[in-house]
């Protein structure tokens, strides 16, 4: 599965992602296994919150 994201939001948020895609090899693209819906992470990403923190009690 393709997800698409901003690169500059995945640097901000993530120190890990700001050393992948800074490599001279990046090609766009960052192969992830993801334990966790990668929606919910991509959501922490932008947001800083996680789904059950965004919908509330």
């Known amino acids: 599965m393709d997800i698409s994201a901003h690169k500059f939001i995945l640097a901000a948020r993530s120190p890990v992602m700001k050393q992948l895609i800074q490599e001279e090899s990046f090609g766009g ?29």
């Open 29 to 57: 693209t960052i192969p992830i296994d993801f334990d966790v819906n990668p929606f919910e992470s991509l959501q922490w990403m932008y947001t800083g919150k996680l789904t059950s923190e965004a919908t509330g009690p």
